[in-house]
């Protein structure tokens, strides 16, 4: 029996809302481009933990963060990532239905992996790895290698699926076979042909 080993942001969540990044946006208190630069250039650090929430929200804002406008950005960008695709989830559910264990393997920091932990439907996984907890990211060969070793099982045993064609051949790389999500309907066929014989 295989594993079906999801990315979190943009396959089982939705990106961002626009109202969810003007609220953040509108909470740093600077101007749009410079911020979004600044979110996504220190964000690998921050999801493999080099980063603390302080040092990684002062590198976005150019300027030291106070504490308490750490907690409101922190606050709003986990608001961000939990908006789930029900079409993605209601997969989830027909795989644990048929017996198929499926985990989680998410470029998450420490503190938007608990708010990820909070919602119901992810308790139902069988596992859960973030990499602000393994110090390692997508798409690095080792972060896949270390959820294989975590779940007792070969890399072989596991189809990786992700919306980022750079972690699918990371995980190919690793020895995964692994589908690139572009929409549930599309994932659901693909993901019975990567199934079959299993």
Not at 78 to 91: D, F, P, Q, Y
Not at 161 to 178: H, P, Q, T, Y
Request: hydrophobic residues 45%; contains cysteine; proline residues 4%.
């Amino acid at each position: 029996m295989k594993w079906v080993l999801f990315d979190y942001g943009e396959v089982l969540s939705h990106a961002q809302p626009e109202v969810d990044r003007v609220r953040l946006v509108e909470a740093a208190g600077i101007d749009s481009g410079g911020f979004w630069q600044g979110y996504w250039q220190h964000r690998l650090d921050f999801d493999r933990g080099t980063l603390t929430p302080g040092a990684y929200w002062s590198e976005v804002l150019g300027r030291r963060a106070s504490g308490a406008e750490v907690e409101r950005l922190v606050t709003l960008d986990v608001e961000s990532w939990t908006h789930a695709n029900e079409g993605t989830v209601a997969i989830l559910s027909e795989l644990r239905a048929s017996g198929c264990p499926v985990a989680l393997l998410s470029n998450a920091p420490v503190c938007v992996a608990d708010g990820i932990e909070r919602l119901p439907w992810i308790q139902t996984m069988n596992a859960r790895f973030y990499s602000g907890h393994l110090g390692l990211v997508k798409p690095d060969a080792e972060i896949y290698l270390r959820v294989a070793a975590g779940l007792g099982a070969r890399p072989g045993d596991f189809v990786f699926v992700d919306d980022r064609l750079v972690n699918v051949n990371g995980a190919e790389s690793a020895g995964m076979s692994a589908v690139h999500f572009r929409d549930a309907e599309t994932l659901r066929a693909d993901l019975k042909t990567a199934l079959a014989g299993s």
